[in-house]
């Protein structure tokens, strides 16, 4: 079972990582055979949400930004009964969908320390929602606003608040409401059967990361940042940006580390049974 740690534990956990030279690492898993599996590899941080459950069942992370199934329901679903329980020292932290305007936050985040849970993601985050329909939803009080709120609340808490952001503006908004580790966000993830054909370009994902950490560091040095998606699929991607970026700790890996593989590590193994003539 899950260790549920404090914010400053969190904190201290993934600095010491960083005074080792160690860039640090998250992954959002949906399901605990995954869970399992990254912490025995050395993860940092292990985040679940509705997102995660879709692309391990074999559709697309961005089903979880459509209507199908409560997104809040399902991360708390995945920590009580999938991934707390397998897990054993790593920080598991619950991705949430803050705009979720039917849900009193303050009860949410109680359920979430409840479960056992040591902090909180905007996840799935309007920080992705863009164009006409981004704008009737914050015109309607479905806003990005809530998910900074949900930070304010969380910190109250004492949870762990690791957030999605896409610019400066809304990096500001998460650093100063309390957010300790800012992920740049570049988007769906390119790469396998369900990954997105056309991203940002690798120089592009540097800019907008470079851009995302100039704003949070303005604000507090000691913020944590990471970032994820779009092209940077594959670690040597990781390592290209890590090298053109000032500041950066670390990477957080959704599909680039648990659907990308298990789709390649599959195909390859059920390829090798079928070789064998009889």
Known sequence: MAKRYDCDAVVARLKGEIARKRAILLVGV????????????????IATYIMARYRMAGHSSMLGYLSIGDANAVALELGEREVIPVVKEVPV?????????????GFLLDQVKQVGFSGVHNCPTLAL????????LEETGVSFEREVEMVRLARER?????????????????????????IAHMGNSLGGTTGSAITLTLDQAVQRTQAVINA?????????????????????????????????????????????????????TVQQYKSVSL
Request: proline share 3%.
């Open 216 to 268: 949070a560091r303005a604000v507090n040095p000691e913020v944590l940042t990471m970032c994820h998606g779009g092209p940077i699929a594959y670690l040597d991607d990781f390592k290209y940006v890590l090298a053109r970026v000032k500041g950066l700790d670390g990477f957080m890996g959704g599909s680039s580390v648990e659907r990308i593989p298990v789709e390649k590590s599959l195909l390859e």
């Open 93 to 105: 932290i619950a991705g949430l969908l803050a705009c979720d305007v039917t849900r009193d936050l």
């Open 158 to 182: 004492n949870l762990f608040c690791e957030v999605f952001v896409t610019n400066a503006e809304e990096t500001e908004k998460m650093v100063k409401a309390g957010a300790n580790l800012i």
């Open 30 to 45: 949906g399901n605990g055979i995954v869970a399992k599996m990254c912490e025995l590899g050395g993860v940092d941080l």
């Open 129 to 136: 929602v863009d164009g006409t329909f981004r704008q009737v």
